[in-house]
């Protein structure tokens, strides 16, 4: 079964503090996507990757790094956090990269920024 | 632009009844359409897809999904609810064009009661 694994599962940061969320994929999927899930809000996309090397950004990036050192790990990165950023980040990895792409999560982590 | 409206925040049944999720779309092109699920404590899993082809699609768990261009909906369905499939329910875009990028509702919370 295809495995995203996030860390830490849970964090909690100061405002003004750097943050780096993890992720590592064992499916060798070329693409990966951080996103962030807020209430009354549906998964927002942040950074994506279709590769080692490579990030693009999604639709929310500001505030937000984003680093692909290898095919398996895919980095976020809270240069300056602010509590604006509390939320959940999911990672997900992608099956194909077409419109047929099926997305495999992680479980979250949970970011408090105080 | 794209967008994905799941207009029922919270909805709850009793188990057996018949379920239906509700989503409709907005997207000038033929669209890809997903239905993803996150059971609580747990991360979101790919439930089914509509490419092309058959307008009623079959995904896990006994779930399906009918695709209706004439209302532009999308809408999940189960005949019989179980008390297991209480859990968050993501209707979800594919973006089209060069980059297939998902655009996610808001979501429904599904609750089936005993």
């Known amino acids: 079964e295809a495995a995203v694994t996030q860390s830490p599962r849970n964090k909690v940061a100061v405002t003004g503090g750097k943050v780096t969320l993890s992720c590592n994929q064992t499916?060798?999927?070329?693409?990966m996507y951080w996103y962030r899930q807020d209430t009354g809000h549906g998964l927002r996309l942040i950074h994506y990757?279709?590769?080692?090397?490579?990030?693009e950004k999604g639709d929310i990036p500001d505030g937000y790094k984003a680093s692909r050192p290898s095919q398996e790990n895919f980095s976020l990165i809270l240069e300056l956090a602010t509590p604006s950023q509390t939320s959940v980040y999911f990672c997900?990895?992608?099956?194909?990269?077409?419109?047929?792409?099926?997305?495999?999560f992680g479980h979250g982590t949970k970011l408090s920024v105080l | 632009a794209q967008s994905v409206d799941q207009p029922d925040a919270h909805v709850t049944l009793s188990e057996g009844a018949s379920l239906e999720l509700r989503c409709s779309y907005s997207?000038?092109?033929?669209?890809?359409l997903f239905w993803y699920v996150q059971y609580p404590g747990q991360s979101l899993q790919f439930l089914l897809k509509?490419?092309?082809?058959?307008?009623v699609v079959k995904g896990t768990k006994g779930f399906e999904a009918e695709f209706r261009k004439s209302n532009s909906s999308f809408n999940l369905k189960k005949s019989p609810a179980h008390w297991s499939d209480s859990a968050k329910y993501f209707c979800?875009?594919?973006?089209?064009?060069?980059?297939?990028?998902?655009?996610f509702g808001k979501g429904t919370l599904l609750t089936v009661t005993p």
């Open positions: 997900a990895s992608g099956d194909s990269g077409g419109p047929n792409e099926r997305l495999f």
């Open positions: 979800a875009l594919e973006r089209g064009g060069s980059n297939y990028k998902l655009t």
């Open positions: 509509y490419i092309t082809g058959d307008t």
């Open positions: 499916n060798n999927h070329n693409n």
């Open positions: 997207y000038s092109a033929a669209p890809y």
């Open positions: 990757s279709y590769g080692a090397g490579s990030t």
